[in-house]
């Protein structure tokens, strides 16, 4: 039985909790902790995660899931679309070695924008990176990924629930049906993030109402299959869930 989490529901809530400092009675600009600078341990693989604000949440508890197990990295930003990720991805791989780099991808892609770049409603605006562009740009993102010889491993688009400004429910379905065509044609695994956060309906709900985004608990749950993915590509034992 694997002893990977020894750690209470409660613990993982707090490191997702942003950080804050005080200094002569103010209080400093608040960083958030998953973009502060990894120093590695010797002798631990190197992982990589990509993503926008989904994988911002759960970047803390996978690095406290996997400490001893992994050096956990992620860009110090908001990975955005698939048009940031062509622009940006040489910059956020560096010239160090990735064992594994975990990537998503699409809630960026599919949100309605305006003539201005502004959050839009659907009939006030246009989707930031339509879906055959979308799968073009992952098409391109998926090859310089493989260059690495990192495993790589896709996570599948969280749900967009009804009544989330700016995106229609159902679309990120679609998104994903792109994703998988282009995961399929270069080999890469799948982590079903979407089919993953689903199962969590009524009182045992993960994801805040009419948001894309996922409460404090919701992120620990998403860190717990991610970090469950990493070792199943790192060849270990998955943690119990």
Known sequence: MSRLWPITLAALCLAVMPAAAAEGGKEKRRVDPAFEPVTDEPGLPRVLLIGDSISIGYTVPVRVLLKGKANVHRPPTNCGPTTTGLKELDQWLGDGKWDVIHFNWGLHDLKYM?????????????????????????????????????????????????????????????????????????????NDLHAFASQFKDEKAIQMERNVH??????????????????????RQAPEK
Do not use: C
């Not at 391109?140 to 996570?155: D, F, H, M, P, Y």
């Not at 996922?214 to 060849?235: C, H, P, R, T, Y």
């Open 214 to 235: 996922f409460m404090k608990a919701g992120s620990v749950e998403l860190a717990k299959q991610v970090a469950g993915a990493i070792l199943q590509a790192l060849g």
């Open 114 to 190: 305006d003539e201005r770049g502004n959050l839009a409603a659907v009939d006030r605006g246009t989707q930031q990176v339509p879906i055959g562009q979308y799968e073009k740009n992952l098409d391109e993102l998926v090859a310089r990924l493989k260059k690495t010889g990192a495993k790589l491993i896709w996570a599948a688009t969280t749900p967009v629930p009804e009544g989330s400004a700016g995106r229609v429910k159902g679309d990120e379905v679609k998104y994903n049906e792109a994703a998988k065509r282009v995961m399929d044609k270069h080999g890469v695994a799948i």
